[in-house]
């Protein structure tokens, strides 16, 4: 197999990556390239990422079971009222108000009935459901599009607003507790390396360089120079709490050394590097840009 | 709703796999090992499936390791079977058996 033959399809690729679920999408993108280049062929492959993404969609829908509960039934609800004259003259308002009880049903089923998540889906059907019908009756004309066409575009337009209006409960404890983990990794992180890397170059200025500047970008105290000071590789939430004139050497911060005894906790945290990675990078933070003044002479 | 802790049979089969395979367990080596050991092409999406309800049931646990060049630059993810995972196949084992005594035309066919 030479270089070119060696590389997978790429519209599959592409396919993996956009219509896979997040969890095990680079892992299993990996496996099928891995087992490709043991020398299978290109419709294997192919065969191997549509049963992917086909599970996909079937175990995400298993899991959002309340928002396809609430699209099935509100289309369903939605097509039938169609054909009743009475609701002719503002259909699709009608129809969603009718389709809400089917998801206050669902909620009520899944234990995570909330009005707030009730409420939004119902504000998005009714801004989602008005667009479609408003377009496609200008552009072609009611009676044309096919029946087939309208389900699916209204359950699709539901699944949507359902999507974007409600959230399970699990998944938003997961963020909760997700985030949690991460500010106290965080912490504890800042805590540790904060205290022991504090440096201050020329010693005999202390005393003077004691109670100001106070707060950041503020000036030097009199007879005062510049230390060359800076936060080396730093994540966001640190680079935020450096708001005192007290520099790092390595990597962290230095700040409110009472912190000192705290114990550290062991914390499994994997999302740590990305979070640090997708944060700003305080490279030179510059504390002591602009010319010098005393602190009182600006009160 | 009491929570459904029992394996299905895919489950069943690839914890069994991950037991087998120890520390170096992920997609490609389990479903070579479904292969070889117990007959089945099982489609690699089918097997990461599993082993997330597999996770999400508390019996297996995961690590991302390293990215290789062979795989794209993309990393492979560990499974490892947690003490619950083989307390599950055990129980699945015992229930099995229970199941298959005393069923006259099986034992027939066994002797």
């Known amino acids: ?299 | 709703m009491p929570k459904r802790n029992y394996l299905g049979e895919l489950e069943l089969m690839v914890l069994l796999a991950l037991s087998r395979l120890g520390d170096d367990a992920y997609g490609v080596p389990i479903s070579k090992e479904l292969l070889n050991l117990a007959g089945r092409e099982v489609a690699l999406g089918s097997i990461y499936a599993a082993l997330d309800r597999l996770q999400q049931k508390g019996f297996v646990t995961s690590l991302l390791g390293d990215p290789t060049p062979e795989r794209g630059g993309r990393a492979k993810r560990y499974f490892r079977v947690t003490p619950a995972g083989l307390r599950a196949v055990r129980m699945t084992r015992t229930a099995l058996t229970n199941l298959w005594s005393g069923i006259p035309l099986l034992e027939g066919r066994r002797s």
């Open chain 1, 1 to 299: 197999m030479n270089g070119k033959e060696s590389n997978p399809p790429r519209l599959a690729i592409w396919l993996m990556r956009h219509a896979c679920p997040r969890s095990n999408n680079e892992a299993l993108t990996g496996d099928l390239v891995e087992r490709f280049r043991e020398g299978r062929s290109y419709g294997w492959f192919w065969n191997q990422v549509l049963i992917a993404i086909t599970v996909g969609v079937l175990t995400e829908s298993r899991r959002h079971w309340p928002q396809v509960c609430y699209a099935i039934t509100g289309t369903v609800m939605f097509t039938a009222f169609l054909g009743i004259p009475i609701f002719e003259r503002n259909p699709h308002v009608l129809q969603v108000l009718a389709a809400l009880p089917a998801l206050a049903v669902a909620l009520l089923m899944n234990c995570s009935f909330r009005w707030a998540s009730l409420l939004r889906t119902g504000v998005i059907s009714v801004a989602l459901l008005e667009i479609p019908p408003i377009l496609l009756a200008e552009v072609i004309g009611p009676h044309v599009i096919p029946a087939f066409f309208w389900f699916l575009l209204i359950f699709s337009t539901l699944l949507v607003s359902a999507w974007l209006g409600c959230r399970s409960p699990q998944n938003a404890g997961q963020l909760v507790v997700k985030h949690s983990r991460v500010v106290q990794r965080q912490y504890i992180e800042f805590v540790r390396h904060g205290e022991y890397d504090m440096k201050v170059a020329g010693g005999e200025k202390l005393a003077l360089t004691s109670c100001e500047p106070m707060f950041t970008r503020l000036r030097l105290a009199l007879r005062t120079v510049p230390v060359p000071a800076r936060v080396i590789g730093d994540g966001l939430v640190t680079a935020l709490r450096t708001g005192i004139d007290m520099t790092a050497q390595r990597s962290r911060a230095a700040a409110l050394n009472g912190a000192k005894g705290l114990e550290l906790l062991k914390v499994k945290a994997p999302s740590i590097p990305i979070q640090e990675a997708v944060a700003l990078r305080a490279e030179d933070v510059g504390h002591l840009h602009g010319g010098p003044a005393h602190f009182c002479l600006l009160r």
